[in-house]
T-cell receptor, first 112, second 108 residues
Framework: DGGITQSPKYLFRKEGQNVTLSCEQN?????MYWYRQDPGQGLRLIYY???????QKGDIAEGYSVSREKKESFPLTVTSAQKNPTAFYLC???????????FGSGTRLTVV | KNEVEQSPQNLTAQEGEFITINCSYS?????LHWLQQHPGGGIVSLFM???GKKKHGRLIATINIQEKHSSLHITASHPRDSAVYIC??????????FGAGTILRVKS
C-alpha cells in the first residue's frame, strides 16, 4: 500500500546534538512538507519541497535543515541551533496543484 | 489573531449525540481540509472541499465561502470518534494553514 513512513516514532537526544528525522513516501508525490506541532497550537510549516533538489523555508525554518535528493525522501535535521526542539514532527506529501495531502504518523522528539 | 480559528477547543459528548465543530478563516483560500488526529499522532484526511457540502458515512462537512466558515458534523457519535479534529485552509503556494484543533471525547 502507498503511504508515508516516518521513523522513528519516538526519539530522544541530548541538548546540543543534531538529529535527523526520516520521511519516505511511495506515492509518487512531487511535493513534501515538514510540520511541527506543539500543544494547543496548529501545525506550523518548517520546510517544503515541490520538486527534487529544490526546497523552500516555511514559517519556522530557523534551526532546521532539509534535503531532497530523491523524490521519495525528505529528511529533516534538527540542529543544535533550534532553541526549543522538543515537539511532534509531521511529514506530509501531495501531488501538488490542489490535490489532497497524505500525512505520516509523526515523530515525537524529546531533547533532554 | 490566528488566520484559522476553531471552536470549541474541547468538546465532550455522550454516545449518540450530534456533534458540530466550527472553523472560521480570514484568508483567501482555494480549499479547506478537515483532518482527524488520533492519540498516536497520525493524521488522516477526512474531507477536502471548496464549496457546498460533502458526506462520508456519519461525517458531513459544509463550507460557506462568502462567510469564510466551515462546519464538521458527526451524526450518531461513537467513542471511536474521539480524536482531535483539525481544520486547515490552503492558501497561496499550495501551503496549508492549520487551526489549533478541537479535542473531541465521546463517552459511552
Amino acid at each position: 500500500d502507498g503511504g508515508i513512513t516516518q521513523s522513528p516514532k519516538y526519539l530522544f537526544r541530548k541538548e546540543g546534538q543534531n538529529v535527523t528525522l526520516s520521511c519516505e513516501q511511495n506515492l509518487n508525490h512531487d511535493a513534501m512538507y515538514w510540520y511541527r506541532q506543539d500543544p494547543g497550537q496548529g501545525l506550523r510549516l518548517i520546510y517544503y519541497s515541490q520538486i527534487v533538489n529544490d526546497f523552500q523555508k516555511g514559517d519556522i525554518a530557523e534551526g532546521y535543515s532539509v534535503s531532497r535528493e530523491k523524490k521519495e525522501s525528505f529528511p529533516l535535521t534538527v540542529t543544535s541551533a533550534q532553541k526549543n526542539p522538543t515537539a511532534f514532527y509531521l511529514c506530509a506529501s501531495s501531488r501538488g496543484g490542489g490535490y489532497g495531502y497524505t500525512f505520516g504518523s509523526g515523530t515525537r522528539l524529546t531533547v533532554v | 489573531k490566528n488566520e484559522v480559528e476553531q471552536s470549541p477547543q474541547n468538546l465532550t459528548a455522550q454516545e449518540g449525540e450530534f456533534i458540530t465543530i466550527n472553523c472560521s478563516y480570514s484568508v483567501g483560500i482555494s480549499a479547506l481540509h478537515w483532518l482527524q488526529q488520533h492519540p498516536g499522532g497520525g493524521i488522516v484526511s477526512l474531507f477536502m472541499l471548496s464549496s457546498g457540502k460533502k458526506k462520508h458515512g456519519r461525517l458531513i462537512a459544509t463550507i460557506n465561502i462568502q462567510e469564510k466558515h466551515s462546519s464538521l458534523h458527526i451524526t450518531a457519535s461513537h467513542p471511536r470518534d474521539s480524536a482531535v479534529y483539525i481544520c486547515a485552509v490552503r492558501s497561496e503556494g499550495n501551503k496549508l494553514v492549520f487551526g489549533a484543533g478541537t479535542i473531541l471525547r465521546v463517552k459511552s
